[in-house]
């Protein structure tokens, strides 16, 4: 027993004599690299919206030039809308590419100024944000 009580008390003391040295050396390192302010988010996207429904419908890509290249493409519908991207002519048709509801999907914009939605039935909204890229994975 007095073996364990001097073992406790040889480890309190070693911690006594450690842990002010590990707060102050240590501490303050962590304090200084995260109370340095932050600059304020500047995302480089833009968006709008379509409703598609059985006749195919149209709308401008909300983003110009060449910093946004990537389309993200949201269909809150409960039904599949699909979709074409071309000119202020495009229209859209069931042999597009399909989005499921509830899904998201982001394709390179190329040359493409507008974005037609067509469903087979009922109607969904897209959401459209036009930004920098698509994630890599």
Known sequence: MKRYLLLSLFMLATAALFLPWFAQAQLPQAIQRYTEPLAPATPNMTGA??????????????????????????????????????NATVNAALT???????QTIC??????????????SSTAVLYIIQSEGCPSH
């Open 107 to 120: 394709v390179a914009v190329g040359s493409a100024t507008n974005l037609a939605a067509i469903t087979a």
């Open 96 to 102: 597009n590419v399909p989005l499921p509801a509830g």
């Open 49 to 86: 919206s379509i409703t598609a429904g059985v006749a195919t419908s149209r709308v401008a890509l909300p983003g110009g030039g060449a910093a946004f290249n990537a389309l993200y493409i949201f269909n809150s519908g409960a039904v599949p809308a699909f979709f074409n991207l071309g």
